[in-house]
């Protein structure tokens, strides 16, 4: 298995655009996350799914991002529109059933915002 | 915050030494995980312990988990450049959420 793919690796965007982060968990996996890594804050968890279902996303910031995991092999983040502040790495991870096994982690993608 | 407290912040010591780091966390927790992210990478699962566990062994690594006072200790043992890393805890809290610590920037000398 190639691990958890995320695209792309590297995105500069200009505020207010629109960004897309994509990742593919590895399959069999039932659980797909998405972190914010900043020197600040840390690793944050935004949102995570269980089976393609959203379970919770209390840590997603704003309105300005969503999530959607359509299929078992394919989950987008978006930020509409995106802000400086935003420049952080995102992780994407995913686990098989309550996560006993430990978390396996994509690359991240490194978001900056000008 | 609910996030874990990890001890030190840095750490940089003499290949072939042994590296210790610790961690606390303030809730109940079902297991704790140990991590390592190198420079520009993602992280990379080490160990997990559960809570009805005390220590747990892997290759080099040893973590001890003492559930009364709330922390964990990864030992890394006979050091060597490639351990130079962040190492982080990270604890399950509830069904399905992994909440990290800060991290200890661990640093290998030839």
């Known amino acids: 298995d190639a691990g958890v793919i995320q695209s792309p690796r590297h995105e500069v965007t200009e505020m207010g655009q629109e960004v897309t982060l994509r990742c593919k968990p590895i399959?069999?996996?039932?659980?797909l996350f998405w972190y914010r890594q900043t020197m600040m804050r840390g690793l944050e968890l935004l949102i995570y799914?269980?089976?393609?279902?959203?379970?919770?996303d209390s840590g997603m910031p704003e309105d300005r991002f969503s999530a959607k995991m359509p299929n078992a092999s394919f989950s987008t983040l978006k930020i509409q529109p995106s802000e400086p502040r935003d420049s952080a790495v995102y992780f994407c991870?995913?686990?098989f059933g309550q996560g006993r096994y430990g978390y396996t982690f994509g690359s991240g993608t490194r978001l900056t915002v000008v | 915050s609910q996030q874990g407290e990890e001890d030190p912040q840095a750490l940089s010591i003499q290949e072939g030494e042994n590296a210790t780091m610790n961690c606390s966390y303030k809730?109940?927790?079902?297991?704790l995980q140990w991590y390592r992210q190198n420079s520009g990478r993602g992280l990379v699962h080490l160990i997990l312990?559960?809570?009805?566990?005390r220590e747990k062994h892997s290759g080099r690594l040893r973590v001890t988990l003492d559930t009364s006072k709330k922390s964990s200790s990864l030992l890394i043992t006979a050091s060597r450049a490639a351990d130079t890393a962040s190492y982080f805890c990270?604890?399950?809290?509830?069904?399905?959420?992994?909440?990290f610590g800060q991290g200890t920037r661990l640093t290998i000398n030839p």
């Open positions: 799914f269980n089976n393609n279902v959203p379970i919770d």
């Open positions: 312990i559960r809570s009805n566990e």
């Open positions: 399959s069999g996996h039932d659980y």
């Open positions: 990270a604890f399950l809290q509830g069904a399905q959420k992994l909440v």
């Open positions: 809730t109940s927790i079902n297991n």
């Open positions: 991870a995913s686990s």
